[in-house]
């Protein structure tokens, strides 16, 4: 379990970063169309 952790945690952080970025990329066109 440790190490599942171990290796599950970058893939989850790389995922946290993709959607940040998805976030700030949507809140970016939605005040450029408004």
Request: glycine share 0%; aromatic share 20%; net charge neutral.
């Amino acid at each position: 379990a440790f190490s599942f952790a171990y290796v599950d945690r970058p893939l989850l952080q790389l995922e946290a970063r993709k959607l940040t970025v998805f976030i700030v990329f949507f809140l970016t066109c939605e005040f450029v169309i408004v």
